[in-house]
């Protein structure tokens, strides 16, 4: 196997843990909205994404600049706030057969 290879397929398992974690944090973005539902609380609430946003670039070491793992981390928060916002009117949550 060329290096080229090798990384290609350090990749794709770092990809298959990405996606098991993401999933495992929306999971925890839809009990946050069934608990803000009961609390009857927003499901926007802008200091808390603050301090993530802070958490998460404070932890920062690279290669990924700050700005990029910011930007990232925008996208998770909008994605998970969508879910919390799902789970809040009740609907029903995408599961997919393994």
Known sequence: MSDLDGWRKRIDEIDQQLVKLLNDRSQCAVEVGHIKKQLNLA???PE???EILRNVVKSNHGPLDDAA???LFERIIDE????ERHSMEGGALHTKES
């Open 80 to 83: 998970a706030r969508a879910l």
């Open 69 to 71: 793992i910011r930007r």
């Open 48 to 50: 808390r994404e603050a």
């Open 43 to 45: 499901a926007w609430q």
